[in-house]
């Protein structure tokens, strides 16, 4: 069965700090990974998938088969980056996503 | 346009009562999804409709539990016999079509509350 895994509930870094957000995933087929974040009092959204392989709002994620990773990552943290993070595995079989526990990212100034 | 909606936006029951969750989906998306997240939990998936049809209910945890989407648009999530166990946020999500590359855009959610 396919599994998501996120190790840190919160992670607490300074203003301009780098960012690393882990995320380890378990899947028998081709994963397609994403990241959703909820900025507080919104509603979940797409940060970015790791097909894209692009950078949005300074986040990038690589996906790593061999590790099974899709850790997402910021060189330099802003305030406005304060919030939920879940990392996500679409399963094509039931067309679903399969969401990890989340880490809230908070940024101090 | 309109994102997701649901309604209501909050629900309190008392337990062995029978709840109706609504959610709308955006104009002229086929897929919708309904998850269930618990305190200090991701989303977990319920069920997925492509059109009317459930195409995958295996997220459903018993029988207390059924989805509609007669139309092919407005879809109700109906809760049985309420349980302490089912109170969480409910979250609707819709896509243009099924499939990874649709990405799935999530309703504010429904928080029931079963005392």
């Known amino acids: 069965a396919q599994r998501v895994t996120q190790p840190e509930k919160l992670l607490s870094v300074f203003k301009g700090a780098p960012v690393e957000l882990k995320c380890n995933y378990s899947?028998?087929?081709?994963?397609?990974l994403f990241w959703y974040v909820q900025y507080s009092r919104q509603r979940l959204q797409l940060l970015l998938r790791?097909?894209s392989r692009e950078s949005i709002k300074g986040f990038t994620a690589d996906l790593n088969k061999g590790e099974t990773s899709f850790h997402l990552k910021k060189p330099f943290a802003q305030e406005e980056d304060s919030a939920m993070y879940y990392c996500?595995?679409?399963?094509?079989?039931?067309?679903?996503?399969?969401f990890g526990t989340g880490t809230q990212l908070k940024v101090e100034l | 346009g309109a994102g997701v909606s649901q309604t209501p936006s909050n629900k309190v029951t008392e337990k062995g009562k029978y709840v109706e969750l609504r959610c709308d989906p955006i104009?002229?998306?086929?897929?919708l999804y309904w998850y269930r997240q618990s305190l200090g939990q991701g989303p977990e998936f319920l069920i997925y409709?492509?059109?009317?049809?459930?195409?995958?209910d295996s997220g459903l945890p018993n029988d207390r539990f059924f989805a509609v989407r007669p139309e092919g648009s407005v879809s109700t999530l109906k809760i049985q016999r309420t349980e302490r166990g089912d109170s969480a946020v409910y979250l609707c999500?819709?896509?243009?079509?099924?499939?990874?590359?649709?990405?799935?855009?999530f309703g504010p959610g429904t928080r029931l509350t079963v005392l």
């Open positions: 104009s002229g998306h086929t897929a």
């Open positions: 999500a819709s896509s243009l079509r099924q499939g990874w590359i649709n990405e799935q855009f």
């Open positions: 996500a595995l679409f399963t094509g079989g039931g067309n679903k996503l399969t």
């Open positions: 790791h097909i």
């Open positions: 409709f492509q059109g009317t049809g459930a195409a995958d």
């Open positions: 899947y028998s087929g081709s994963p397609e």
